[in-house]
């Protein structure tokens, strides 16, 4: 404990350098408890999706066929997340910017996503995984929201401050693949933690990370419920912010590109068994992504930002995206296969990050929690449910046979690079940087 009274200190102000305590001096501007306390949140409000996204659909791979997975079925199995984008952020975000306390919220739905995911782990065919996943990620989707919207609502200047505390999203995500990586391995039974070879063990990591965060959201900085905001349907208002040419614009290629996102997310890890990487190892190499997002998240990002604008950000952020498809297009040499995923860094960070950082910038203050829940609409609900289902029908279309040499995965990446492109192009045309202090809703 530091002994600062933060949860009662003003939630937003300017920092001036006269008559301000030394420790709000640091940790870019934010006090170190309130720091912290949002930095292990994001660390585990991530590692849970790390633990299984990147690799789930290696075990349903070799659960098969047979079983019910097919490349549509496992593209439904990821779907179902991002269709709880879509149902369920502005239920979370009213809640929050109405009712309860936002992290009395975020408590009670990382519970009941936790207890999901972990019945999720022992099921072995299509029909009794859905179901669970479903109720997971129903759950689990408005947290992406509210952890974003709480972190904004304790800083002064998100643009300067995000990046240092959202950095420990990304760490979480590359402890949950190494700590994946070593349990397969078997490094953890010297600690008394045996390998479950009857379970999907990322799903039973995901669920250990999202008890931690039940119980650890309770400490988080109190956020009470915006009384004074006009509209009693906060997400109403968030839904009028379209109306605005270049925010429309905006979030139309943000659902572009996020999805083509799944072809990262799906794909990469049976990509790379395809070029000779050990299953076992997959998670720790795709971590080399992870690392670059730090890099580009707390040292890029805080000095791009400010100096070319969200707009320029955007642009280079969605730039990267096909350049990355081109390599694994190509598909060898294997160490330019595994250095593209640094790539990652760019494509997440200077698009995804900044994204979060725009809407929460041109939202007013009674609709931010519904604002985030907006933007989570769009890209986590709708794009990535579309693009689910999009990566899993292309899989199917250019897979012909069984064994590796079945998919032809140059022709599976040239999607994502047209559609990337096309994507880069309408944003340096269409999007509009907005003024400092505008306000679009």
Known sequence: MSGFDTDNAPETGSLTSEGTPWYRCVFCGLDPWTWWRLGIMMFLQYAIWGAWTTVLSMHLNKLGVSAGFTGVAIGTIYSLLYLSCIITPFIGGQFADRWVPTQYVIAVLHVVSGVAMWFAAGAKTFDHLWPLMLISGLAYAPTLALTNSIAFKHMSDSERQFGSVRVFGTIGWIIAGLLLMAWRSGRLESFGIPRWPDQSDCLVLAAVFSGVLAVFALALPHTPPTKEA??????????????????????????????????????????????????????????????????????????????????????????????????????????????????????????????????????????????????????????????TLFTGFIKDHFTHGTGPAAVNWQMIFVVPIVLTVLCALAFLLFFKEPRKGEKIA
């Open 230 to 387: 006009a509209s009693p349907w906060a997400f109403v208002d968030a839904l009028k912010m379209l109306k605005n040419p270049a925010f429309l614009a905006f979030m139309a290629i943000a659902f572009v590109v996020t999805t083509e996102l799944q072809f990262y997310y799906i794909l990469t890890a049976p990509f790379l068994e395809s070029r000779g990487i050990a299953t076992q190892d997959v998670s720790g190499w795709m971590t080399l992504a992870q690392a670059a997002e730090i890099i580009a998240m707390a040292f890029a990002l805080p000095i791009v930002l400010p100096r070319l604008g969200v707009g320029k950000t955007l642009a280079i952020g969605v730039i990267a995206w096909p350049i990355r498809y081109v390599i694994f297009a190509i598909g060898h040499p294997v160490w330019l296969v595994l250095g593209s995923l640094t790539l990652h860094g760019l494509c997440y960070v200077f698009f995804f990050t900044v994204s979060m950082v725009y809407v929460d910038s041109v939202a007013t203050d009674s609709i931010r929690h519904s604002a985030q829940s907006l933007i989570t609409l769009i890209t986590l609900g709708l794009g990535n449910y579309v693009g």
